[in-house]
């Protein structure tokens, strides 16, 4: 759903267990930005119009935290990948496991404006690509999008497909490992649960980012 200009979304139900929601907006100049919660601020994607692509951190307290090289709030800076027809380039691809759904929240549903993509069974994994638009170019079985200036666009599409057993492994070692640095009690409503996130290169050059929901230190899988 879109709500002051950004377009937000997430896995779950407005009253019951979700993901980590994601925001997509866009600049003056036609930029567009994906933004997500995590342990140390605010994760930011930017795809400049100027063609500098980068992931950054909101906080500088994030960066030893999450292993940045040098100190540097950008962990990571790519080009942009190719259209992939005619108006229409590949911008990220937003994975959510079924790990990543985590507690209900605290505040009324009604409160949610958030395009909710169907919540998943255990062993699921939804791919959420983003693409960005020209004027007049659409993207085929959009579930959802947003204006920029000049014309411009974002949309997204969404699919589920089944985890492969080695991501089953690597997913649930990673949310192990953090859970067992994780201080203080454990959280009691989405606003208070911890976030985690993976980044890694797709085919064509631009980045896949992978939401996961860091546990408590005695959770079990």
């Known amino acids: 759903m879109v709500r002051d200009g950004a377009l937000r979304f997430a896995v779950g139900t407005p009253d019951g267990p979700r993901s980590s929601p994601w925001w997509v907006w ?4 036609g930029s567009a930005f994906i933004s997500t919660r995590t342990p140390g601020g605010h994760l930011q994607v930017s795809l ?29 800076k790519f080009a942009p990948g190719p259209e992939i027809m005619p108006g229409v380039r590949h911008g990220v691809m937003i994975v959510i496991p079924w790990l990543a759904v985590g507690l209900p929240p605290a505040r009324p549903p009604e409160e949610e404006r958030i395009c909710w993509l169907p919540p998943l069974a255990e062993g699921q994994v939804a791919c959420v690509p983003l693409f960005l638009t020209a004027a007049a170019a659409v993207v085929e079985d959009a ?33 192990t490992r953090a859970g067992l640095d994780r201080a203080g009690a454990p959280a009691t409503t989405a606003e208070d649960d911890t976030k985690g996130f ?10 896949w980012l992978l939401d996961l929901r860091i546990p408590p230190r005695d959770w079990a899988p």
């Open 143 to 175: 579930i959802a999008s947003a204006p920029g200036p000049g014309g411009s666009g974002v949309s997204l599409t969404h699919t589920v497909r089944a985890a492969r057993p080695e991501e089953v492994e690597d997913w649930t070692a990673m949310a």
């Open 26 to 29: 866009f600049g003056k100049d």
């Open 198 to 207: 993976a980044v890694g290169e797709m085919p064509d050059g631009t980045r």
């Open 48 to 76: 400049h119009a100027s063609g500098r692509w980068r992931i950054v951190f909101s906080h500088l307290a994030a960066v030893p935290r999450i292993g940045a090289p040098g100190g540097d709030q950008t962990f990571d």
